[in-house]
């Protein structure tokens, strides 16, 4: 059975070891390998046969990846299609900002159709966050993607939101898939599965 990046596999030898591939490696010896996201700080490689699927994938969607699909410039066959979908309260609020109501529904409807699963943020941030709809406290990914992000595009203003988007991918070892090709780069450094497009 051949996996894709974001399928949640774990070893054979010892089921408790999961988590998704995040990158399908050259062939070594004729043998197909995969880098596995155990946790930030445990990505390792193992050869197909070692390891074993459990199930769809979870994919953590952006927002920009909800205004991409309205505009056209991605199609929903586009996204990876072995899995489920999931957002938290961070995408819904940022696409009910949308100033001009037509595209606002438009960009809400999609979301709806599209997103499966709702789930807390991993991080509480006042005047952020929502009361049910985050976990007290902090994992600490958010300020770690939220520092890489500061580093890559000088500070702008959605850089807490977009690592708190990111921070749940991490920590439940799920795909984030984005057009944002920096918060792409900070979530990577932090060890999150990433899926990232590009304007043709």
Request: charged share 25%.
């Amino acid at each position: 059975m051949a996996f894709s990046i974001g399928h949640l596999v774990c070893l054979k030898a010892d089921p408790s070891r999961q988590g998704p591939v995040i990158e399908v490696l050259p062939p070594a010896a004729g043998r197909i390998r995969y880098r596995v996201f155990h946790s930030p700080v445990e990505i390792r490689e193992y050869y197909e046969d070692q390891l074993e699927g459990l199930g769809a994938a979870k994919y953590v969607v952006d927002t920009c990846i909800i205004n991409w699909l309205v505009d056209g410039l991605l199609a929903e066959s586009d996204l990876p299609g072995d899995g489920d979908y999931v957002a938290t309260h961070i995408q819904r609020d940022e696409l009910a900002r949308t100033r001009d109501p037509v595209r606002r529904e438009a960009l809400l409807d999609k979301f709806s159709d599209l997103i499966g699963e709702h789930m807390p943020t991993s991080s509480t941030v006042i005047g952020v966050s929502r009361l049910g709809e985050c976990r007290l406290g902090t994992s600490g990914y958010c300020d770690a993607v939220k520092a890489a992000l500061n580093s890559i595009n000088h500070g702008r203003a959605n850089n807490l939101l977009d690592a708190l988007i990111a921070e749940v991918a991490i920590v439940h070892g799920y795909t984030l898939l984005t057009t944002d090709q920096d918060l792409a780069r900070a979530a990577e450094s932090s060890g999150c599965a990433v899926r990232c497009w590009k304007k043709s």
